[in-house]
Protein backbone atom coordinates (compact mmCIF):
# COMPACT_ATOMS: atom_id res chain seq x y z
CA UNK A 1 0.00 0.00 0.00
CA UNK A 2 1.12 2.95 -1.23
CA UNK A 3 -1.29 5.93 -0.46
CA UNK A 4 -1.68 9.55 -0.10
CA UNK A 5 -4.41 12.01 0.78
CA UNK A 6 -4.69 15.86 0.57
CA UNK A 7 -7.00 18.13 2.25
CA UNK A 8 -6.80 21.87 1.34
CA UNK A 9 -8.54 24.67 3.30
CA UNK A 10 -7.99 28.43 3.68
CA UNK A 11 -4.05 28.24 2.86
CA UNK A 12 -3.33 24.90 4.64
CA UNK A 13 -2.81 21.84 3.17
CA UNK A 14 -2.32 18.61 4.83
CA UNK A 15 -0.87 15.59 3.34
CA UNK A 16 -1.29 11.84 4.77
CA UNK A 17 0.58 9.15 3.34
CA UNK A 18 0.89 5.33 4.42
CA UNK A 19 3.59 3.55 2.84
CA UNK A 20 4.50 -0.62 3.20
CA UNK A 21 8.31 -0.81 3.35
CA UNK A 22 9.24 -4.29 2.64
CA UNK A 23 5.55 -6.02 2.54
CA UNK A 24 5.16 -9.35 2.95
CA UNK A 25 9.12 -9.66 4.71
CA UNK A 26 9.74 -10.15 8.81
CA UNK A 27 10.94 -6.49 8.96
CA UNK A 28 8.26 -4.97 6.76
CA UNK A 29 6.82 -1.55 8.48
CA UNK A 30 4.56 0.93 7.76
CA UNK A 31 5.18 4.29 7.53
CA UNK A 32 2.72 7.15 8.39
CA UNK A 33 3.27 10.75 7.95
CA UNK A 34 1.04 13.85 8.18
CA UNK A 35 2.65 17.13 6.57
CA UNK A 36 1.48 20.72 7.30
CA UNK A 37 1.58 23.67 4.90
CA UNK A 38 0.39 27.08 5.12
CA UNK A 39 1.13 29.67 2.40
CA UNK A 40 -0.01 33.35 2.79
CA UNK A 41 -1.63 34.85 0.32
CA UNK A 42 1.00 36.06 -1.99
CA UNK A 43 2.09 32.26 -1.63
CA UNK A 44 5.00 32.85 1.21
CA UNK A 45 4.99 29.72 3.44
CA UNK A 46 4.19 30.37 7.35
CA UNK A 47 4.52 26.65 8.45
CA UNK A 48 5.81 23.84 6.61
CA UNK A 49 6.32 21.07 9.31
CA UNK A 50 5.50 17.19 9.45
CA UNK A 51 5.90 13.83 11.44
CA UNK A 52 6.51 10.36 10.59
CA UNK A 53 5.36 7.18 12.59
CA UNK A 54 6.57 3.79 11.79
CA UNK A 55 4.21 1.00 12.67
CA UNK A 56 4.58 -2.90 12.41
CA UNK A 57 2.25 -4.68 10.41
CA UNK A 58 0.20 -5.45 13.59
CA UNK A 59 0.52 -2.32 15.84
CA UNK A 60 -0.89 -0.38 12.71
CA UNK A 61 -3.84 -2.51 12.54
CA UNK A 62 -3.93 -1.96 16.32
CA UNK A 63 -3.91 1.58 16.44
CA UNK A 64 -5.93 2.38 13.09
CA UNK A 65 -8.72 -0.08 12.82
CA UNK A 66 -10.44 1.63 15.74
CA UNK A 67 -10.53 4.65 14.45
CA UNK A 68 -11.06 3.10 11.09
CA UNK A 69 -14.81 1.49 12.80
CA UNK A 70 -15.53 4.41 14.84
CA UNK A 71 -15.47 6.77 11.43
CA UNK A 72 -17.58 4.17 9.15
CA UNK A 73 -20.37 3.86 11.72
CA UNK A 74 -20.46 7.76 11.66
CA UNK A 75 -20.65 8.21 7.56
CA UNK A 76 -22.68 5.11 7.89
CA UNK A 77 -25.19 6.91 10.29
CA UNK A 78 -24.82 10.35 8.52
CA UNK A 79 -26.09 8.22 5.41
CA UNK A 80 -29.44 6.71 6.79
CA UNK A 81 -30.34 10.09 8.81
CA UNK A 82 -29.56 12.16 5.04
CA UNK A 83 -31.42 9.73 2.94
Do not use: C
Not at 59 to 68: R, S, Y
Amino acid sequence: MNKEYEFYKAGMLKTITIKENNPGKSYETIEFTIKNKLTDETGKVIIDSGHTSFFDPREFKDFFEPIINDLKVRFDNANSIQE
